[in-house]
């Protein structure tokens, strides 16, 4: 499976989005995609998404993934990197008004050739990287210990105000 995600940003991703309806909607893809869009205004009509999803869920998707596509987020990076899996990174940028800064770019550029990360420019070669991003990818890996689970519930509780 090939998961997109684009974080839980207040801006819109579209670019992002968009890149990847096309490109799922072009025939070319042949593994089954889901995608989690945010608060893009881009429907898309190639595969199935949501807007969010709660973290166990994503956790759940990023672990069972081949390939991840993604923002330039350091949480959504590095959760992918340390399951191995093949990622695919686009980052947001204030030109499009998809964030406030460049952060995100930075980031990239800072991690460009680290292994299992193919940091994208722009949309072109989307397809091309993904294809390598499967082949490097060391597949499914065991679930997360239990005591990482409570951490996240625990810490969920206290971002909450519930603890």
């Keep these: 499976m090939i ?8 801006f819109p991703f579209d670019r992002l989005v968009r890149g990847v309806d096309e490109w799922a909607g072009s025939g070319s893809l042949s593994l089954p995609l889901f995608g989690q869009i945010g608060t893009s205004l881009y429907e898309p009509r190639h595969f ?18 081949g390939c991840v596509i993604c923002h330039g987020g350091v949480g959504t990076l590095l959760q992918a990197l340390s399951y191995g899996k093949g990622v695919v ?8 008004k998809e964030h406030l800064d460049d952060h995100q770019r930075e980031l990239l550029e800072r991690l460009q050739g680290t292994p299992g990360l193919t940091v994208l420019p722009s949309l072109e070669g989307l397809a091309e990287a993904v294809i390598g991003a499967l082949e490097g990818s060391r597949g499914e890996v065991p679930p997360p210990s239990p005591q990482r689970a409570s951490l996240v519930e ?6 909450g105000g519930r603890e």
Excluded: C, K, N, Q
């Design 3 to 10: 998961f997109l995600t684009v974080g839980s940003e207040r």
């Design 48 to 65: 199935p998404w949501v807007r969010t999803l709660p973290y166990r869920e994503m956790d759940e998707r990023i672990r069972l993934s």
């Design 89 to 96: 990174a686009l980052a947001r940028e204030s030109r499009w």
């Design 154 to 159: 625990y810490l969920s509780r206290v971002v």
